[in-house]
């Protein structure tokens, strides 16, 4: 099964990109994955996956997961909101 802890982080993520007065796709063009890791709860190796996701429209790392909810959930979370934000 995934890590409960990464499921925890990827979770935190979606909430602090959802949180975000204003889309996480322009924090990234304007201050790549530093302006990124500034964010409450987005380390270097989140920072990285999101900005994949941003740019990109998907998470290489997880596709596939679903075995279990609380993957599905911790991907389409993090999925939804960051594109919605990328809009």
Same mark, same amino acid.
């Given at each position: 099964?995934?890590?409960?802890?990464?499921? *925890? @982080?990827?979770?935190?993520?979606?909430?602090?990109?959802?949180? %975000?007065?204003?889309?996480? /796709?322009? &924090? =990234?063009?304007? #201050?790549?994955? *530093? @302006?990124?890791?500034?964010?409450?709860?987005?380390?270097?190796? %989140?920072?990285?996956?999101? /900005?994949? &996701? =941003?740019?990109? #429209?998907?998470?290489?790392?997880?596709?596939?997961?679903?075995?279990?909810?609380?993957?599905?959930?911790?991907?389409?979370?993090?999925?939804?909101?960051?594109?919605?934000?990328?809009?």
């Amino acid at each position: 099964g995934e890590n409960p802890d990464r499921v *925890r @982080a990827y979770r935190v993520a979606a909430e602090t990109v959802r949180a %975000l007065p204003r889309p996480a /796709a322009d &924090l =990234l063009a304007e #201050g790549g994955r *530093r @302006a990124l890791m500034d964010l409450p709860g987005i380390g270097d190796r %989140l920072s990285v996956t999101l /900005a994949g &996701l =941003l740019l990109t #429209g998907h998470i290489p790392q997880l596709e596939g997961l679903g075995e279990r909810p609380e993957d599905v959930l911790a991907t389409v979370e993090v999925r939804f909101r960051a594109l919605d934000d990328a809009e």
